[in-house]
């Protein structure tokens, strides 16, 4: 009779959980994966990621043809309607491709899916739906929730989380956005473009926290030329609910005084946290940080040997590609291999119109971290209204910025305002992966006429020499 039940339970089939116990069933360990709701996936795939994705595209494509955008290419739309019940049934469709697919793919590799909320019973027990497991290692990969804000609660009808504003039976009259980061800009884009007014209230004295002080100047721009209200360095102190309308409470962050702004769809957008509620984590003799979050070694293992934890239930950015990645890796560790996730390398995507991408270090940090050690930056910078490909398409908004050590010339960061800045942040991650210097990427031959070029060029301009500004 087996020790165990399993070589490894994950609790969690989010993109860490998933993935990482398809990759330890792949190195020949017998693993279950427990998750409580009825398709696979996580809030990635289910209500996040993947539905925000299909309508950020969707609406997009509305807003090229009912505004009437595409007329200079010579083509023109007449009596363009909204059928916003078929927007989101090619959303679900999509959504339930892939969550179908990672089901496919336990079945495939010998996953077992125990369905139903896990609890630890001990170090290496776990309950689910009253029902016993037991196994050599468990991987926490439990995720992240919305972050609640006080004086403001969702109701999921008039004040939403993100999931409630993937799912809205109309178009808004007008929304607020708690929260000027990512969730948020992407949300109210969609909502924007379909004809909604949106208002971004934002606590801090720009959006888009933590990104490169340049980006953030720039995207603030081009989104209030898209029609975007924003109200920078402004708290909400509390919201009143009465039929379809709330009331919020605002004043400016630093104290003065209050107002309040009318709208009939509030969405509450400023952060998340990590689930570990519900888990019982004492009885498996783990604690949580002053975050909340489960800390972890290199190697992905909590203080408790056998016991591991990956993706947003630690500590790190809250990015889907940052799980997977550290669920393979922490597979690859419970199997005996060695994991790795370089954390110095890990891509940022903001999926507006344009996309915002960003890699490595800001400039900002850079050159506090080069004034630490006595060094110096050197920065490069393309806007892509001299790339020809852009200019072609006319989508010629924002820049490549490219920031590299000023006597070693290696690449530390790397920022993309553009039309596809997210596949185009790949190269930037590879090259970095590789130690690349600005010069390296300067001499890569890039494909013409491609956005590409803006990166190859932005390289050049660190030492100054771009060909086309």
Same mark, same amino acid.
């Given at each position: ?35 409580? *709701? ?22 997009? #494509? ?24 078929? #927007? ?22 010998? @996953? ?16 689910? =739906? ?16 919305? !972050? ?9 009808? @008039? ?11 109309? @178009?808004?009259?007008?929304? @607020? ?17 379909? $004809?909604?007014?949106?208002? +971004? ?11 490169? $002080? ?51 769809? +509030? ?5 998340? *946290? ?16 002053? *975050? ?37 890796? =922490? ?17 940022? +995507? ?26 110096? +930056? ?6 892509? !209204? ?7 398409? *006319? ?75």
């Amino acid at each position: 009779m087996a020790e165990h039940d399993y070589d490894l339970i994950v609790i969690g089939a989010g993109p860490g959980g998933y993935v990482a116990a398809i990759r330890a069933a792949q190195l020949g360990l017998k693993t279950a994966c427990v998750e409580s *709701r009825e398709t696979l996936g996580g809030t990635c795939l289910n209500v996040g990621c993947i539905p925000s994705k299909a309508l950020l595209h969707a609406s997009e #494509m509305f807003h090229e043809a009912q505004s009437g955008s595409l007329a200079k290419f010579g083509i023109d739309f007449k009596g363009v309607s909204l059928n916003l019940d078929q #927007m989101h049934a090619e959303k679900a469709k999509a959504v339930g491709e892939l969550t179908g697919g990672i089901e496919f793919l336990f079945k495939k590799n010998k @996953v077992d899916w125990l369905k139903g909320h896990a609890a630890f019973t001990s170090p290496n027990s776990i309950d689910v =739906a009253g029902k016993s497991y037991t196994a050599k290692n468990i991987m926490i990969a439990t995720g992240s929730s919305v !972050m609640p804000l006080p004086g403001v609660e969702i109701d999921q009808k @008039v004040i939403v989380d993100s999931t409630g504003a993937l799912a809205s039976p109309q @178009v808004p009259k007008h929304m @607020v956005v708690i929260g000027g980061g990512v969730i948020g800009l992407e949300l109210g884009s969609v909502w924007l473009r379909l $004809g909604a007014q949106v208002t +971004v209230v934002e606590y801090l004295d720009q959006i888009l926290p933590g990104m490169d $002080g340049e980006v953030r100047k720039e995207a603030a721009k081009i989104f209030k030329k898209q029609g975007f209200n924003i109200r920078t360095g402004t708290k909400v102190t509390g919201a009143t609910v009465k039929g379809a309308t709330a009331t919020l409470t605002v004043e400016p962050s630093g104290g003065g005084a209050s107002e309040t702004i009318k709208a009939d769809c +509030v969405l509450v957008a400023i952060g998340r *946290r990590a689930n570990t509620d519900g888990l019982a984590l004492d009885k498996a003799g783990l604690t949580v940080n002053a *975050r909340g979050q489960i800390e972890i070694g290199h190697d992905f293992q909590t203080n408790v040997p056998g016991i591991y934890a990956v993706g947003d239930v630690c500590p790190g950015p809250m990015l889907a590609h940052k799980a997977e990645d550290e669920g393979i890796a =922490a597979a690859e560790f419970v199997a005996g291999l060695n994991g790795i996730v370089n954390h110095d390398v890990i891509p940022g +995507v903001v999926y507006t119109y344009p996309e915002i991408a960003n890699v490595g270090l800001t400039e900002e940090e850079a050159k506090e971290k080069a004034a630490l050690s006595g060094g110096e +930056v050197k920065v490069g910078k393309f806007p892509m !209204m001299a790339n020809s490909r852009a200019k072609t398409n *006319r989508d010629t908004d924002g820049f490549v910025k490219v920031i590299a050590d000023a006597k070693t010339d290696r690449v530390l960061g790397v920022h993309i305002i553009a039309s596809i800045a997210g596949a185009m942040i790949a190269e930037a991650c590879t090259a970095m992966e590789f130690g690349a210097t600005s010069e390296d990427i300067a001499y890569t031959c890039h494909a013409h006429p491609t956005h590409a070029e803006a990166l190859k060029e932005a390289a050049m301009a660190v030492t100054g020499k771009p060909i086309h500004m």
